[in-house]
């Protein structure tokens, strides 16, 4: 009778819990109105890892994830047209100004330069386009063709494809100034479309992009709220035949918000437009609860005639399975902590407090907003007693517990299991497919990155930094033999689709002497020789504006290679490859440390690598907590074991539907997937705490699951059901990943709900575990007066 006397309490104080709830749900939501819509790449990805810390180190010259790649092409003919040059050079000169661009990272071939001869022996690094002066007549046009022809993997197939028909302008964006949203706005406004006519298709993409296409998306999601809203109110009409069964469980979602909002903003952080399917997710649970105890109030009061009695009744029944349920969740959901990425960190701190916050909304407010409501009315709780739904869950429930039914449930337990296995072995670590799969095939980002791929044949960066000891290692020949065997090395694997180097210019530079002969297109040999062409190639030049190959304390250099896609397979044999190369021997440079890696490919492989190492221990450590607390509840070793299978069933099917659907786990999916290994686990909780219940009201087990499942069971799949119903409206949505992570936690949702009423029904009644009978004894020592008046009532 304890919680009894503590709803008790409740009640006698409402003033002062409700004054007290009150002022902490202003307090949060002051902060819940300025919550922001942020994010960040930055914060997906592990500080620690060397790939990062290398990337931070050199990320203002080389490979910065930030990059933005715009592609124009003639839609007849080439690009060498006065017309088509001159936007090129435009569009150039419009990225330098766009706000947060790094100075100097702007490149295109209106900022190459070429090797030109002099007299003497002497070559002169020369711009293609001398002070951005633009070729007038045929004669310069031909010339500037010819040039870029003289520099293949410099300019030609770099900066201009190798059909002439298009070219890019590349830049790089700093990390302590992004504003997606400013970004993506100013290169469409400014640098796009006024130079978009009919002799030219432009393409544009990039992070940045990417994340712009986002933001530009997000007003969407408030069509989608209200009308997931309007759904869940019509679902829970529909449920309870009276206003009050949608009201009730609408106040615990939205206190549960307003707190989960506040307290992320509170704490300075943004909501990540990513994942605005977790504090959906979250705030449905909270739906969930509450429907679990209005359901019960309408049965108390059924049984009792008397509101204040029924309140407290269904209370203090399902005080300890709400909270142990709620516990788990939160604490399965904190584990995330452990894993060394600040974004997962965030996520974990907040969403663990959000879900905390049901404890709030839903059990302490409980007794008091139903002290204050009307009670049902009794014809409308007997015409849901003898309703359709329950008698759909009554003909299911009954053949089920049987011993032929629950033979049947075990081989279909076992034919899942199977097809779990079977398609698990597709999940992939990492982006499944070259295209972004935030957002749909056909988008405009989409598309435009399809299209520079398709001419340039690969622009996402993997970029090895060649740390120097010392200055003079700059003159070591061997450094650019090694390089250019490195890339020669890369080119063969089918993932590269080119690479770029100072070895490449230094090649240049020897053809340039002899009349751009391609046999001469060769490394110097000695000392001398490199120190003459590096000098050539850097001279009358910026350390900025060749900060890109050399930083400007000539103590770095860097090769690039260009990836295809970003697909996990092959992030992952790049980084291999590259790895076995650098630890040959024979490819070591005194002075010299090659360092992996800067890049997106570079970075994405850190990020997938600590999903390697965590994924498994996440999940281990999440069972492990949830186990712990179900251990508290039921005080068994076993009761966790028959708990968790249907959870680590859910667990299974998620995984083999992302592996069938080719969804992969990557920086993106990892967040939404961990934070959703624990929901589920309160319906298993729910349906054992009533069979619980039922033995001690003096029925047989059979009986007793029976009961639990049309009785916790409907509010149990009901409430899996709504949830299915109302993530089909994201399927509108234009950003793919909200779509696919919503539909994705509706189905473990759905799983969860099936395995908590077949399989684990079934073990129990086949089983018959020690835990359930010696829980049933402690329920009759602690609550004997109550139960004893109730006995009557619930076998007539």
């Given at each position: 009778?304890?919680?009894?006397?503590?709803?008790?309490?409740?009640?006698?104080?409402?003033?002062?819990?409700?004054?007290?709830?009150?002022?902490?749900?202003?307090?949060?939501?002051?902060?819940?109105?300025?919550?922001?819509?942020?994010?960040?790449?930055?914060?997906?990805?592990?500080?620690?890892?060397?790939?990062?810390?290398?990337?931070?180190?050199?990320?203002?010259?080389?490979?910065?994830?930030?990059?933005?790649?715009?592609?124009?092409?003639?839609?007849?003919?080439?690009?060498?047209?006065?017309?088509?040059?001159?936007?090129?050079?435009?569009?150039?000169?419009?990225?330098?100004?766009?706000?947060?661009?790094?100075?100097?990272?702007?490149?295109?071939?209106?900022?190459?330069?070429?090797?030109?001869?002099?007299?003497?022996?002497?070559?002169?690094?020369?711009?293609?386009?001398?002070?951005?002066?633009?070729?007038?007549?045929?004669?310069?046009?031909?010339?500037?063709?010819?040039?870029?022809?003289?520099?293949?993997?410099?300019?030609?197939?770099?900066?201009?494809?190798?059909?002439?028909?298009?070219?890019?302008?590349?830049?790089?964006?700093?990390?302590?100034?992004?504003?997606?949203?400013?970004?993506?706005?100013?290169?469409?406004?400014?640098?796009?479309?006024?130079?978009?006519?009919?002799s030219v298709h432009i393409y544009y993409?990039?992070?940045?992009?990417?994340?712009?296409?986002?933001?530009?998306?997000?007003?969407?999601?408030?069509?989608?709220?209200?009308?997931?809203?309007?759904?869940?109110?019509?679902?829970?009409?529909?449920?309870?035949?009276?206003?009050?069964?949608?009201?009730?469980?609408?106040?615990?979602?939205?206190?549960?918000?307003?707190?989960?909002?506040?307290?992320?903003?509170?704490?300075?952080?943004?909501?990540?437009?990513?994942?605005?399917?977790?504090?959906?997710?979250?705030?449905?649970?909270?739906?969930?609860?509450?429907?679990?105890?209005?359901?019960?109030?309408?049965?108390?009061?059924?049984?009792?005639?008397?509101?204040?009695?029924?309140?407290?009744?269904?209370?203090?029944?399902?005080?300890?399975?709400?909270?142990?349920?709620?516990?788990?969740?939160?604490?399965?959901?904190?584990?995330?902590?452990?894993?060394?990425?600040?974004?997962?960190?965030?996520?974990?701190?907040?969403?663990?407090?959000?879900?905390?916050?049901?404890?709030?909304?839903?059990?302490?407010?409980?007794?008091?907003?139903?002290?204050?409501?009307?009670?049902?009315?009794?014809?409308?709780?007997?015409?849901?007693?003898?309703?359709?739904?329950?008698?759909?869950?009554?003909?299911?429930?009954?053949?089920?517990?049987?011993?032929?039914?629950?033979?049947?449930?075990?081989?279909?337990?076992?034919?899942v299991i199977a097809l779990c296995v079977?398609?698990?072995?597709?999940?992939?670590?990492?982006?499944?497919?070259?295209?972004?799969?935030?957002?749909?095939?056909?988008?405009?980002?989409?598309?435009?990155?399809?299209?520079?791929?398709?001419?340039?044949?690969?622009?996402?960066?993997?970029?090895?930094?060649?740390?120097?000891?010392?200055?003079?290692?700059?003159?070591?020949?061997?450094?650019?033999?090694?390089?250019?065997?490195?890339?020669?090395?890369?080119?063969?694997?089918?993932?590269?689709?080119?690479?770029?180097?100072?070895?490449?210019?230094?090649?240049?530079?020897?053809?340039?002497?002899?009349?751009?002969?391609?046999?001469?297109?060769?490394?110097?040999?000695?000392?001398?020789?490199?120190?003459?062409?590096?000098?050539?190639?850097?001279?009358?030049?910026?350390?900025?504006?060749?900060?890109?190959?050399?930083?400007?304390?000539?103590?770095?250099?860097?090769?690039?290679?260009?990836?295809?896609?970003?697909?996990?397979?092959?992030?992952?044999?790049?980084?291999?490859?590259?790895?076995?190369?650098?630890?040959?021997?024979?490819?070591?440079?005194?002075?010299?440390?090659?360092?992996?890696?800067?890049?997106?490919?570079?970075?994405?492989?850190?990020?997938?690598?600590?999903?390697?190492?965590?994924?498994?221990?996440?999940?281990?450590?999440?069972?492990?907590?949830?186990?712990?607390?179900?251990?508290?509840?039921?005080?068994?070793?076993?009761?966790?074991?028959?708990?968790?299978?249907?959870?680590?069933?859910?667990?299974?099917?998620?995984?083999?539907?992302?592996?069938?659907?080719?969804?992969?786990?990557?920086?993106?999916?990892?967040?939404?997937?961990?934070?959703?290994?624990?929901?589920?686990?309160?319906?298993?909780?729910?349906?054992?705490?009533?069979?619980?219940?039922?033995?001690?009201?003096?029925?047989?087990?059979?009986?007793?699951?029976?009961?639990?499942?049309?009785?916790?069971?409907?509010?149990?799949?009901?409430?899996?059901?709504?949830?299915?119903?109302?993530?089909?409206?994201?399927?509108?949505?234009?950003?793919?990943?909200?779509?696919?992570?919503?539909?994705?936690?509706?189905?473990?949702?759905?799983?969860?709900?099936?395995?908590?009423?077949?399989?684990?029904?079934?073990?129990?009644?086949?089983?018959?575990?020690?835990?359930?009978?010696?829980?049933?004894?402690?329920?009759?020592?602690?609550?004997?007066?109550?139960l004893e008046s109730r006995t009557l009532?619930?076998?007539?």
């Open positions: 009778m304890t919680w009894y006397r503590f709803g008790e309490w409740i009640l006698r104080w409402r003033f002062i819990v409700l004054a007290v709830v009150g002022v902490l749900t202003a307090f949060f939501g002051y902060f819940a109105a300025q919550t922001q819509l942020v994010t960040s790449f930055g914060e997906l990805l592990p500080q620690n890892h060397p790939f990062i810390q290398v990337a931070h180190k050199y990320d203002q010259y080389f490979g910065s994830v930030n990059n933005v790649t715009i592609m124009i092409e003639a839609k007849e003919g080439t690009i060498y047209t006065p017309a088509i040059i001159g936007k090129i050079v435009q569009m150039t000169r419009d990225m330098d100004v766009v706000y947060g661009i790094q100075h100097g990272s702007v490149r295109s071939v209106a900022t190459s330069s070429y090797f030109r001869p002099l007299a003497g022996g002497v070559i002169l690094n020369t711009p293609v386009l001398p002070n951005g002066d633009l070729p007038k007549t045929a004669g310069e046009l031909e010339e500037l063709e010819s040039n870029v022809h003289k520099n293949p993997g410099v300019i030609f197939g770099r900066f201009v494809s190798l059909d002439d028909r298009a070219a890019v302008i590349e830049g790089s964006f700093l990390e302590t100034r992004l504003d997606y949203t400013r970004i993506f706005d100013e290169i469409r406004r400014n640098v796009v479309e006024p130079e978009r006519d009919a993409g990039g992070q940045p992009i990417l994340y712009g296409w986002v933001y530009h998306y997000t007003p969407e999601f408030l069509w989608i709220f209200v009308a997931t809203v309007l759904a869940v109110w019509m679902l829970l009409y529909l449920y309870f035949s009276d206003w009050r069964g949608a009201l009730r469980p609408t106040i615990s979602g939205v206190i549960c918000a307003i707190w989960g909002l506040g307290f992320i903003r509170l704490l300075g952080f943004g909501l990540d437009p990513l994942v605005l399917v977790i504090p959906f997710l979250i705030t449905a649970r909270a739906v969930s609860h509450s429907v679990q105890m209005h359901d019960r109030y309408y049965e108390e009061f059924y049984r009792l005639r008397d509101k204040e009695r029924a309140i407290l009744s269904s209370f203090s029944e399902l005080f300890v399975p709400s909270l142990s349920g709620i516990l788990a969740d939160a604490f399965g959901v904190l584990i995330i902590l452990l894993v060394p990425v600040l974004f997962l960190q965030r996520l974990a701190i907040t969403a663990s407090f959000w879900i905390a916050a049901i404890i709030v909304s839903e059990l302490i407010l409980n007794p008091i907003v139903y002290y204050y409501l009307d009670p049902p009315r009794i014809e409308v709780i007997e015409r849901r007693e003898h309703g359709w739904f329950k008698r759909l869950l009554q003909s299911i429930a009954k053949p089920m517990l049987e011993s032929s039914g629950r033979i049947a449930t075990f081989a279909a337990t076992i034919v079977f398609f698990w072995t597709g999940l992939k670590v990492g982006d499944p497919s070259s295209e972004s799969p935030i957002l749909w095939p056909n988008s405009p980002y989409n598309r435009s990155m399809a299209a520079i791929q398709s001419e340039f044949g690969a622009i996402e960066q993997f970029v090895v930094v060649a740390e120097l000891a010392r200055r003079d290692s700059l003159n070591d020949p061997k450094l650019y033999h090694v390089m250019d065997e490195y890339e020669r090395y890369m080119e063969r694997d089918p993932a590269v689709g080119r690479t770029f180097s100072v070895a490449d210019l230094l090649s240049n530079g020897g053809s340039a002497l002899r009349e751009f002969q391609p046999k001469w297109n060769v490394l110097p040999t000695t000392t001398r020789g490199t120190g003459q062409l590096l000098g050539g190639l850097l001279a009358g030049a910026s350390p900025l504006s060749t900060a890109y190959i050399i930083t400007p304390r000539r103590d770095a250099t860097q090769i690039t290679v260009y990836s295809k896609d970003r697909e996990g397979e092959n992030v992952q044999r790049i980084v291999l490859r590259s790895q076995r190369f650098f630890d040959e021997p024979r490819h070591h440079v005194p002075g010299v440390t090659f360092s992996l890696a800067a890049g997106i490919i570079g970075e994405l492989a850190a990020a997938n690598q600590e999903i390697i190492d965590n994924d498994l221990l996440l999940n281990v450590l999440a069972f492990a907590t949830i186990y712990i607390i179900i251990l508290i509840t039921y005080r068994s070793f076993m009761a966790g074991l028959y708990l968790l299978f249907p959870l680590a069933l859910a667990n299974a099917a998620i995984n083999a539907f992302m592996g069938a659907h080719d969804i992969g786990i990557n920086i993106n999916t990892l967040p939404v997937v961990t934070v959703g290994v624990g929901f589920g686990i309160d319906y298993s909780i729910y349906i054992v705490s009533r069979i619980i219940e039922g033995l001690a009201l003096g029925s047989d087990l059979k009986g007793s699951t029976y009961t639990a499942l049309i009785t916790s069971g409907k509010a149990v799949v009901f409430t899996a059901l709504t949830l299915v119903a109302s993530v089909l409206f994201w399927y509108w949505s234009s950003i793919r990943f909200d779509a696919e992570m919503g539909l994705l936690l509706a189905v473990w949702m759905f799983v969860s709900m099936l395995g908590a009423m077949t399989i684990l029904p079934v073990l129990i009644v086949t089983f018959d575990p020690a835990f359930i009978r010696r829980e049933k004894e402690r329920t009759i020592a602690s609550k004997r007066p109550d009532a619930a076998f007539s």
